[in-house]
């Protein structure tokens, strides 16, 4: 983490550039990268578990008991999933503690 009032050398070289020589910023930003790997957990955690689900049905492994997904029917939920995972991710945007 580096200031922007900082040396040219401790900027190039940082992953994080604060714009403001604010030093209470560093806490927004913990804070900000703790909701942000919240966030990925939630996506990662609702993807994988379609698709725990829906592959399985998707191969026609209940088809024995009458129960199938139609492939046009696969992929509009899938397509339903990608846009749950990109709503749940901007969400994070809409944080009112900027």
């Known amino acids: 983490i580096a200031i922007g009032a900082g040396t040219q050398v401790a900027l190039d070289s940082?992953?994080?550039?604060?714009?403001?020589?604010?030093p209470g910023d560093i806490e927004s930003f913990i804070e900000l990268a703790h909701k942000t790997t919240r966030k990925m957990k939630q996506n990662l955690f609702w993807g994988?578990?379609?698709?725990?689900?829906?592959?399985?049905?998707?191969a026609g492994i209940l088809a024995p008991i009458g129960?199938?997904?139609?492939?046009a029917l696969?992929?509009?939920?899938?397509?339903?999933?990608t846009v749950i995972v990109a709503i749940n991710a901007m969400l994070l945007s809409l944080d009112p503690k900027k």
């Open 14 to 22: 940082a992953d994080v550039i604060l714009t403001q020589s604010d």
């Open 48 to 58: 994988a578990g379609y698709n725990f689900i829906a592959i399985p049905l998707a």
């Open 67 to 71: 129960i199938t997904l139609s492939p």
């Open 74 to 81: 696969g992929a509009i939920l899938m397509s339903v999933s």
